[in-house]
């Protein structure tokens, strides 16, 4: 992924803008919500990595973070809950509705950009395995994007360029489901006309391909699709 963007979802505003500041600093695009509805009618498809409070005004951070793992396009994108819920109990609740990490208040800004630079490499496919940023992985399926190869258990396997394209796409977005339209837009940004069923004749073709991995290229009715791993 060229850029991380991240969601701070933060009811402290000065709290707030000292996590945006610092992310930012560490590169990342950032954006801010100062309670979970503010952030709940934004298009939190669009980011990959949320940080969020709990004790916030009305609904705190566990019923949004419920409601978006209830929901197919939001359910694969991290979240790391910041709080001063401290306890056990907490932390564990935390988890169980599919946190990534738990922070307890107070932190070091410090420890939080540890924290999410961390859950970045875990959650997302890494480009820099073996210290080359060409390199795109998920187990024995790999991706050089210098010699635009793809591999499978260390046989090539030969792609078309879009094939590639969208493979790259969906393998640095995993647990991410992309609409039709969302696949055209980056896949096919300079054609004129292309049909929805392009999308899903190029789905078939590199699930067939890739073996195994194809299991994975997993298929939303009525959303899109996604890497699940």
């Known amino acids: ?12 505003e000065t709290l707030c803008e000292a996590l945006q500041l610092n992310l930012e600093l560490e590169g990342y695009a950032v954006d801010v919500a100062n309670s979970a509805e503010e952030a709940l009618g934004m298009d939190i498809t669009r980011y990959s990595l949320i940080l969020l409070d709990v004790m916030m005004g009305e609904m705190n951070g566990f019923k949004m973070a419920r409601i978006l793992k209830g929901r197919p396009e939001t359910a694969g994108i991290p979240v790391i809950f910041c709080t001063a819920r401290d306890s056990e109990d907490d932390m564990v609740a935390g988890f169980n509705i599919g946190a990534d990490d738990y922070i307890s208040k107070p932190y070091s800004i410090r420890n939080v950009l540890v924290r999410v630079k961390a859950v970045l490499k875990r959650v ?3 480009a820099d395995k073996g210290n080359d940023k060409n390199l795109m992985a998920y187990e024995g399926l790999s991706l050089d994007l210098s010699l635009k190869r793809c591999t ?10 879009k094939e590639f394209e ?3 796409m969906l393998l640095t977005n995993r647990g991410r489901i ?3 339209s969302e696949i055209l837009s980056k896949v096919w940004p300079s054609e ?6 392009v999308v899903d004749v190029n789905i078939t073709r590199l699930r067939s ?3 195994r991995y194809g299991n994975h290229i997993v298929t939303r009715v009525g959303y899109g699709y996604g890497f699940k791993g």
């Open 124 to 126: 997302y496919c890494s």
């Open 1 to 12: 992924m060229d850029e991380y963007r991240i969601l701070v979802v933060e009811d402290e």
């Open 209 to 211: 391909k890739v073996g």
């Open 192 to 197: 004129v006309v292309v049909v929805d069923r």
């Open 166 to 168: 969208l493979l790259c």
């Open 152 to 161: 499978v258990d260390g046989n090539e396997v030969r792609l078309t360029k």
């Open 178 to 180: 992309f609409s039709r």
